[in-house]
């Protein structure tokens, strides 16, 4: 009995050991309680436990389970391709390909990446930790996850709860910015129709972006070529098989790697320190900015189209797919309930992902 | 003159609340169609009469599809 004491955790625990516990118990409880992204928070909030559980060696380097999760998965950058396959699969890219000037609107939200980078500087982080920081303006998970194990590993739990957090908080945090940005008159405007896509051009589009794209950025490659293979599944309806798998078993065997090992990177002595709560102040600030700037840009564009834009999609650039389009729309419905903003929305919405893969992807060039 | 009842989004039809010769209102709410784990509730475009009812509950429609036709007063 004395044996199995001595080699127990018991004596390992520290104050600092039980706030982290805490952290994990506060976002199992978000996940189950109140439903904030439970396919992410629910494993990192139990991730974050064990991380803080001494002597388990579960992420010992070379030996524990979770550290060969975090590594192969994480580190290898395996994890966030191949989410994007299937994000590719679940993405329509008509409304973009319709209306290409809403790409703008895309890259526009992108704003509050950049911004929150020069602030994230200001104060004393590094130009790495500062790129990581910002990304989380971009709203897509994978991306701050592959972009942090890239140039701050020792961020990834900080920002990647950040980022997961702030998205299931878009509901609360765009509609503010979305009505003081906006005029009632604004809010109203009912967008025209736009055209019907073909199936060729939805064909073409994943195979000539592509090129397109990593020509300019190649750093963007395991994303983008990911992403955008996955739509080549979707819209070429001849690998029904493959596009499901991608979609349904192999997303959620992911998410379900993802987010154990993103919790347990948080140990207390990684996550305790000042420096995460000015994360955490940043990606709120980064999550505003970009916000406000696509509803910006979208009444910027307004001045120079024929078809009035509603202003509202711009707060879609953030590419928190679907949920930043379906506030959109419930804002839109506020004013007059027959103005049907989502699918207008997701043109801003699914642009946006390319827009933060595309950051991503610069960052990655400049600074690794 | 008739106005017609648009699918705005791709989904699946999942609540009915008018039928044929149903007196409306503007605003009343005809459908609710499910998409991208949201349901989207659309409503009726005029006062006035339910001319005909394309879809029934269960269907799925494509965007821009004719769910109904309002014989508006």
């Known amino acids: 009995m004395g044996f199995l004491f001595q080699h127990s955790g018991l004596f390992y625990i520290t104050p600092q050991i039980a706030v982290m516990w805490l952290i994990g118990f506060v976002l199992i409880y978000l996940a189950i309680a109140k439903d904030y992204e439970p396919l992410l928070l629910l494993p990192i909030g139990f991730g974050i436990v064990l991380a803080n559980l001494p002597l388990t060696h579960l992420m010992q380097p070379d030996e524990g389970l979770i550290w060969r999760f975090y590594h192969y998965g994480i580190q290898w950058e395996i994890i966030p391709p191949l989410i994007f396959l299937g994000l590719g699969v679940l993405t329509d890219f008509g409304p973009i390909i319709a209306r290409p000037s809403l790409i703008f609107l895309g890259a526009g939200a992108q704003a509050g990446v950049y911004l929150t980078f020069f602030a994230a500087m200001a104060f004393g982080f590094n130009l790495n930790e500062a790129a990581t920081i910002g990304i989380i303006g971009g709203a897509d998970g994978p991306t701050t996850i592959f972009l942090a194990s890239a140039l701050a590993p020792h961020m990834l739990g900080a920002c990647a709860v950040a980022a997961y957090s702030y998205m299931a908080l878009v509901p609360v945090i765009q509609p503010p910015v979305m009505k003081l940005l906006t005029t009632k008159k604004e809010r109203l405007i009912k967008m025209k129709k736009s055209r019907k896509v073909s199936r060729l051009e939805k064909l073409l589009f994943p195979i000539i972006s592509t090129v397109v794209i990593l020509i300019m950025i190649p750093e963007a490659a395991p994303l983008f070529s990911m992403l955008m293979l996955g739509n080549l599944f979707k819209e070429s309806k001849v690998v029904e098989r493959l596009a499901s798998s991608a979609k349904n078993e192999l997303m959620n065997i992911l998410t379900i790697f993802l987010g154990i090992s993103i919790g347990a990177t948080m140990n207390a002595e990684v996550f305790l320190n000042p420096k995460v709560i000015l994360v955490f102040i940043l990606g709120l600030v980064a999550f505003i900015v970009s916000t406000g700037a696509g509803i910006i840009l979208a009444k910027v564009m307004n001045l120079f189209v024929k078809d009035k834009i509603n202003p509202l999609i711009g707060a879609a650039g953030v590419s928190a797919v679907p949920m930043a389009a379906r506030v959109v729309h419930k804002v839109g419905s506020e004013e007059d309930k027959k103005n049907y903003l989502l699918m207008f929305a997701m043109g801003p919405n699914v642009a946006g992902v390319i827009g933060t893969v595309i950051a991503a992807g610069i960052f990655l060039t400049l600074l690794k | ?73």
Do not use: H, R, W
């Not at chain 2, 007196?23 to 991208?36: G, H, L, S, T």
């Open chain 2, 1 to 73: 003159m008739s106005e017609e009842i648009l699918a705005p989004l791709e989904g699946k039809v999942v609540k009915l609340n008018i039928s044929i010769g149903d007196k409306v209102e503007e605003d009343q709410e005809a459908f609710v169609i499910e998409a991208m784990k949201m349901e989207t509730e659309v409503y009726v475009p005029c006062d006035g009469t339910v001319e005909s009812v394309m879809v029934k509950e269960g269907d799925e429609v494509e965007e821009d599809a004719v769910m109904a036709v309002i014989s508006c007063e």
